[in-house]
């Protein structure tokens, strides 16, 4: 759980009565001003959706998320509504996350190749019965 002090001009800015959304954004505020002053909304939600980054691993973008059900598959079109919303500081959230999705996908792969690798096996002993 995370815990912390919102001001209520933060409440106004965004228009926001959530303390997810607030901890959240505020735990990467000086990461948020420098990439506005780096991209232009448009600019990041291009960015975030030519990563093409896995979906299921993008599902901390919900403590942004206006309506956050918390439940079920993270889509397209959640990633979609989120990331349009909070272009900034949709990119702030994938950055701080990065490395630990470099590390999954990475993971995903391996398996995937592993039993890819497994399965040729298999497969090649069947060639010489």
Not at 17 to 35: Q, R
Not at 37 to 63: C, G, I, M, V
Not at 102 to 124: F, G
Request: hydrophobic content about 40%; proline content about 3%.
């Amino acid at each position: 759980m995370k815990v912390g002090i919102i001001s209520s001009s933060q409440l106004a800015k965004h228009d926001r009565f959530d303390p997810e959304f607030h901890l959240t954004i505020g735990a990467l505020s000086d990461e948020i001003k420098d990439l506005a002053n780096r991209y232009s909304p448009e600019d990041a939600l291009t960015l975030l959706k030519e990563a093409d980054l896995p979906l299921d691993k993008l599902s901390f973008l919900r403590d942004i998320a206006r309506s956050n059900s918390g439940a079920g598959t993270f889509d397209e079109k959640e990633f979609l509504k989120v990331a349009q919303d909070y272009p900034i500081e949709s990119l702030a959230l994938v950055i701080s996350h990065s490395e630990t999705i470099y590390q999954q996908v990475k993971q995903a792969r391996d398996e995937a190749v592993n039993k890819a690798d497994t399965s040729l096996s298999s497969l090649s002993s069947f060639k010489n019965m």
